[in-house]
């Protein structure tokens, strides 16, 4: 017991007292660097010393991609909620109401309509914060619509990618999203439109293995993990060493699997440039100039 509690009346205790908020500051995982919350989100959640790129939610994205951050939200087909009824500590369906809560979005994809740098493009963003980003019915078919929208409205599709794999409480019917989404692809190809993937941290399981690599190009964010199984899981299997940095994204580009790794403060002009140069049509900035 203290002065406070003995002597101060409880309403001037309150007074004294300073709730200190449990984000205030942030640490870096790679740095250990502790980093101001407002100074991070100030940088896109980029770590200032270390350079490490933090996960970005899909809103932040969004409002930095496009001009003025003005968009168009696109709703998506409601898909079954449960179709196997599954159930491991808790049910499928009371796990997808808490992360419906927690990141107040329906699903794992968020798609949207606006303006890069004067062209319109149709995004689609994937949020790990929602049961990891897994693949399941609900994104596959925002997936599908995305595409199929932009060869509505005849602009790029650009995605950018976040996922553990599959979602394993949707069994086959989560499988079933690689090759549909491959599908839409090709309506993509078919109608001559670019298909742009930026890959972020981490990208892994079926998403690799269909739709984040059948981009007309590739983009990852510095530092991220991209591959089909874990590097543990292929320790054990091959029992040799992996190399030094093995599955990320600087690796891979080193390696050709991906065509460039982009810092996220230069995202934004390089895929308009990327747009302009497939669409042969000059950005805004480039027909100013």
Not at 65 to 78: I, Q, S, W
Not at 228 to 243: S, Y
């Amino acid at each position: 017991m203290n002065w406070i509690s003995n002597v101060v009346p409880p309403k001037v205790r309150s007074l004294l007292r300073r709730e200190t908020p449990e984000n205030l500051w942030v640490k870096c995982p790679e740095s250990g660097e502790l980093v101001f919350h407002k100074d991070l989100e100030a940088n896109l959640f980029v770590v200032p010393g270390s350079g490490y790129h933090m996960r970005l939610a899909p809103k932040a994205r969004l409002d930095n991609l496009f001009d003025g951050a003005v968009y168009e939200e696109l709703a998506t087909p409601e898909v079954p909620l449960d179709p196997l009824k599954f159930r491991d500590v808790k049910r499928y369906t009371d796990r997808l109401k808490e992360y419906r809560l927690k990141t107040e979005a329906l699903d794992a994809i968020k798609l949207a309509f606006g303006a890069l740098e004067g062209k319109n493009v149709v995004v689609a963003i994937q949020d790990f914060d929602f049961l990891g980003g897994s693949l399941g019915m609900a994104a596959g078919e925002a997936i599908v619509t995305g595409m199929l929208t932009a060869v509505e409205r005849h602009t790029p599709f650009i995605i950018f990618t976040a996922s553990g794999g599959a979602r394993m409480q949707e069994g086959i019917f989560s499988l079933m999203q690689m090759p549909r989404t491959t599908i839409a692809v090709q309506r993509l190809r078919a109608a001559k439109l670019p298909y742009i993937v930026v890959l972020t941290n981490p990208t892994t399981g079926g998403v690799t293995a269909s739709y984040a690599m059948l981009g007309d190009i590739h983009v990852a964010e510095p530092g991220a993990v991209i591959g089909f199984a874990g590097a543990r899981v292929i320790e054990q299997t091959i029992r040799e060493r992996l190399p030094e940095g093995f599955q990320r994204a600087e690796y891979l580009e080193a390696h050709g699997m991906i065509d460039m790794v982009v810092h996220r403060h230069d995202m934004r002009a390089t895929l308009a440039r990327l747009c302009g140069l497939l669409t042969r049509t000059p950005t805004a900035a480039q027909a100013a100039a």
